[in-house]
Structure formats: structure tokens, C-alpha cells
């Protein structure tokens, strides 16, 4: 089954203790569509201008993403996000955001997407959200991600979209920002009466938890040494989660833990080098490789 996206496409410039990279190809959407593209087709929805490169355009349809919905706004620019990283590469400090024409994204999707079974929001507005979910046909299974901002500024319209979902992916701070509550374990358990099936924590480089009314699971995160650019850690850990669960067609609680467990692979990949570089690059092989070898790393 395929997986419909709906997010930003951007320019990202990163600055790393390892090195700096300008105008590199970012955005949500790019990094969940990469991610997502070793399990399954993908479809996504967003925005970018003129100045958007057809190669990068290209680079994704090589690998199965369907772009119909990507809007080209005619004379318009690309979303620019720039951001710094402290040397605990956890830390991270957002230098300038320039939305251009993501500031007035309003998703389209196409009809030929709208019966897609599995949909993934990711961070934007929960108006903008909810616009989506108004176009779609229900689908088997919607996952959202939020950030601060939104938390901050649209709770209520937030609280809404967590009643029409299936799940929410939060870091430990947003968990507490929503929730009100410093303890973790407190925090995904209140944002599960919110309404979602499923609560995802992510908690960078100390692994993710998944809450739900019947299980309760952890993971650590795949213990790579070369974490070379975290950007998009979150979108790949989402794209991995999502494209698993996709190609599977399963949504069961026994079949998440493993989408968790390819979704922390994924982002391990995506982490070793800068941009979407090292997601392009990887064959389905490696991520089957860290798998198993991740596997035997959580078991007893
Ligand atoms: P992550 O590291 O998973 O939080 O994702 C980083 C990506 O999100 C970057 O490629 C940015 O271009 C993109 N991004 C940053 N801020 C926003 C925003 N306000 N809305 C949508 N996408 C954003």
C-alpha cells in the first residue's frame, strides 16, 4: 500500500561541529519521502518555487515518489530553514526561518491521492493539518508530527486534530509542553486521553517510546558512531515507521514495534551524512542489514 505525505520541501543551510552546507535539499516532506521510499511508493503533497531544482525533483521520482501534488508557485521561492547544532549534536539553535511560498501553503490533494490508506501530517499547523484530512478518504491509518510553536500557538486547534487521528509523534519537550507534565512516562499517557491510538516519544539519541492503551514499548536508538547532521532525524524515523507499516498493510501493536524498530533504523542512516545525501544513497540492503543487526542489539 502506498503512503500519501503532506509537508515541507525546503532549502536547509546546516552548520555541524563536523562542517557546513548551504542551500542543501531539506524539508519534512523530502526527508519522510526518502525514508518512506525504501518500503513503498509515496505520494506527497507540498510546495516549492521556481527556484527549486528539477534534478531534485527528478532525484525523488527515481525513487517512486510521486510529486503530483508538489504545487511550483510561478516567480515564487522555496521555503528556507537554517539551523546550528551545538557539539552535543542534540542541541539545536534555528538561525533564520524564510517560509516564502510555505507561508501560504494551503495542501491540494490531488484526487488521485485521496484514497491513499496511509497518511502522514507532517509538521505544520493543525488548521493546515486538518484542511487535509478534510480532502482525504478515510484512511486506514493518519500519524501527525507538531512542534513548539504550534503547541504554543494553536493548542486548541491541535487538541482538535488529536481527535481525528490515529497517531502523534512528539520529542520529550513538546510531550511536556502539551501534556503539562515534567515526567515522560505522565506526559505520553495524558497526550494518549487527548485521543490518538498511539503516542510515538522520540527522544533523540536515547531511543523512542510508543504508548497505547494496551502496550507500552521502548527502543534505544541504532548505536551509530557517525552522526554527521541529525537534521531530519524525525521525518526519517517517520518515513521508516510509516513505509513499514505501509508495505505491510498491518497496523497491529505487534507489527508497530518493528516499524518503530525500522523507523530508528532508518534515521541512523539518514543521520551519517549531511542532507538527504546518505537516504539517496542507501540500498534497501543496508537498511535490511541494520535491522537484523539492531535486533540482535535490543535482544536479551
Ligand atoms: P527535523 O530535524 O526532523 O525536525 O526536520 C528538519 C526539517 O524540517 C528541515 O529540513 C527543515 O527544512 C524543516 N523545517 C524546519 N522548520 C519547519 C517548519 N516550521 N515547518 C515545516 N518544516 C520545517
Redesign the pocket.
Known sequence: MSVLVV??I?F?TIETPNGRRDGAI???A??FAYAASHFTRVRCVSVVGEDFPVAAMDALRERGVDLEGVEVVRGGKT?R?SGRYLADMNTRETLD?QLNT?GSFKPKVPTGFRSTPFLFL???GPDTQASVLDQVEKPAFVVADT?N?WIDIQRKELLDLLRRVDGIILNDEEARMLSGDRNLIAAGEKVLRMGPRVVLLKKGEHGCFLFSHFVKFALPAYPTPNVVD??????SFAGGFMGYLASTGNVTLGNMKRAMAYGTVTASINVEDFSVDALQRCERSEVERRYAEFIQFVTL
Request: cysteine-free.
Open positions: 509537508g515541507s525546503a536547509d531539506g524539508g519534512s523530502t526527508y521555503f530553514w526561518t510555505f507532517a509538521n505544520g512542534m510553536l541529525p537534521t531530519g532525524a524525525g521525518d
